[in-house]
T-cell receptor, first 114, second 113 residues
Framework: AQSVTQLGSHVSVSEGALVLLRCNYS??????LFWYVQYPNQGLQLLLK??????LVKGINGFEAEFKKSETSFHLTKPSAHMSDAAEYFC????????????FGKGTHLIIQP | KAGVTQTPRYLIKTRGQQVTLSCSPI?????VSWYQQTPGQGLQFLFE???????NKGNFPGRFSGRQFSNSRSEMNVSTLELGDSALYLC????????????FGQGTRLTVV
């Protein structure tokens, strides 16, 4: 069985500050990991994915994440927060690597303070 | 290239009724998955269809069912609706192969009264 834990249901940062959203996973097999963003009343948009290639993954909108097997972590970062980054962020793990059976974390609501 | 289309966007149903939700995947995608999103339980996987066959299933009661047509469009049905079925239902499509990504629709907001 696999699971995802996102630390912090709400994270608040100032505009221009570093964004760090934490994700730890549990999987009995090598995982495929994803970060998705959800804006109000919208579906999920893929930010980035780890599929066993490079451990540092770059995504859209300046986000990146680093896969650390020893820490079973896949934290999401962005050097400088922008007001438009305010949204709900979900970390997800998949055994199959695609849309089949994604297990999501509870989500982290990112608040950007002016 | 058109994205994943879910219809309708909003639905209000009464307890005990049944409902059918529709999802049209991205052209060329053969895998369609369904997820339920609620404030309490978060995002939960319902089931996945690939080439008209259910390939994977989450932990939901039999009242939740789905199917996929030859053109990859999918429908999800919930029978004997309960208040707790009120949720955002999201559909995702992908090529269905490992290391491919899922593209989500905007969802159908179901309210059961």
């Amino acid at each position: 069985a696999q699971s995802v834990t996102q630390l912090g249901s709400h994270v608040s940062v100032s505009e221009g500050a570093l964004v760090l959203l934490r994700c730890n996973y549990s999987s009995s097999v090598p995982p495929y990991l994803f970060w998705y963003v959800q804006y109000p009343n919208q579906g999920l948009q893929l930010l980035l994915k780890y599929t066993s290639a490079a451990t540092l993954v770059k995504g859209i909108n300046g986000f990146e994440a680093e896969f650390k097997k020893s820490e079973t972590s896949f934290h999401l970062t962005k050097p400088s927060a922008h007001m438009s980054d305010a949204a709900e962020y979900f970390c997800a793990v998949s055994v199959g690597g695609g849309a089949d059976g994604l297990t999501f974390g509870k989500g982290t609501h990112l608040i950007i303070q002016p | 290239k058109a994205g994943v289309t879910q219809t309708p966007r909003y639905l209000i149903k009464t307890r005990g009724q049944q409902v059918t939700l529709s999802c049209s995947p991205i052209s060329g995608h053969r895998s369609v998955s369904w997820y339920q999103q609620t404030p309490g339980q978060g995002l939960q996987f319902l089931f996945e269809y690939f080439s008209e066959t259910q390939r994977n299933k989450g932990n939901f009661p039999g009242r939740f069912s789905g199917r996929q047509f030859s053109n990859s469009r999918s429908e999800m049905n919930v029978s004997t609706l309960e208040l707790g079925d009120s949720a955002l239902y999201l559909c995702a499509s992908s090529l269905g192969a490992p290391r491919t990504e899922a593209f989500f629709g905007q969802g159908t907001r179901l309210t059961v009264v």
